[in-house]
């Protein structure tokens, strides 16, 4: 399990070297309802492809697991914290992109995305409700991910 703790830990020792990193998945959307509504295996976190160095460097008690590149990679620790991690490309409006594949297919994050929310009292940067839930598209969801967007738009009112 990925514990508010950990995933605290792991910003915490991201933002003090600089990097630049927001929430998305499960935690994302639990940061976004300010309130923890399961457990969660991983945490999926985008970062500056420019700061990847660092991000890794940072990271040098997890060891890569799983290599997806140019879309995604995983860490992993022996104690079973996983990181799901989403390099991004920004432009210089503030919007970024994401390799979708490695046929150049693109996933687009738009300027106003990058917002904060809360865990365990703690303001973390995370995306926006739009983009979580359009991050929750493309792919034949499991229970969870229902129960996600659920609460989502339960709590903020959409259909």
């Known amino acids: 399990m990925l514990t508010a703790e950990i995933a605290l830990d792991v910003l915490s020792r991201l933002r003090g070297a600089g990097c630049h990193v927001w929430i998305a998945g499960g935690w994302g959307d ?10 969660h295996s991983d945490l999926d976190l985008l970062h500056r492809v420019a700061e990847e160095p660092t991000v890794l460097a940072v990271l040098n008690d997890f060891t ?11 860490l992993s620790r022996p ?7 989403h390099p991004l490309h920004f432009n210089a409006d503030g919007s970024a992109t994401q390799a979708a594949d490695s046929a150049g297919g693109l996933f687009r994050y738009p300027a106003d995305c990058f917002v904060t929310g809360t865990i365990n009292g703690a ?10 839930l359009r ?3 493309g792919y034949e969801p ?4 229902l129960a996600d967007v659920a609460a989502l738009r339960a709590v903020f009112g959409r259909p």
Not at 79 to 85: C, H, K
């Open 123 to 132: 303001t973390v940067p995370c995306l926006s409700l739009a983009q979580q």
């Open 64 to 74: 890569e697991s799983e290599n997806f590149r140019p879309v995604r990679f995983v």
């Open 142 to 145: 499991r229970l969870h991910d």
């Open 30 to 39: 639990d940061a976004l309802l300010s309130r923890e509504t399961r457990g």
């Open 79 to 85: 104690d079973g914290a996983s990181l799901d991690l």
């Open 135 to 137: 991050f929750h598209q």
